[in-house]
């Protein structure tokens, strides 16, 4: 099942590229065992949201994916 990851901010940098393709399991805590410790920590972190297919996640933990989403992982802005 292929799903888009789009890596957002300083996420891209960690992920060494601001999208991947994989093929990935249907939910939460397997998207994140297909990802490298340290980004997979990152992106687990409460302030990082998500958005699968354009429309933010409340509860990322409950995630189910489908084949063909596309998640964005939006990390924490700051700035004035």
């Known amino acids: 099942m292929p799903v888009r990851l789009v890596f957002l901010g300083k996420l891209a940098d960690l992920a060494g590229g601001g999208e991947r ?11 994140l065992t297909t990802l490298e410790p340290e980004l997979a920590a990152e992106v687990a972190c409460e302030r990082v949201r998500v958005a699968v297919n ?23 802005v700051s700035g004035g």
């Open 21 to 31: 393709e994989l093929d990935a399991a249907t939910g939460w805590g397997a998207l």
């Open 54 to 76: 354009g429309t933010l996640v409340a509860d990322k933990r409950t995630l189910t994916l489908a084949d063909g989403d596309e998640l964005a992982f939006l990390p924490p």
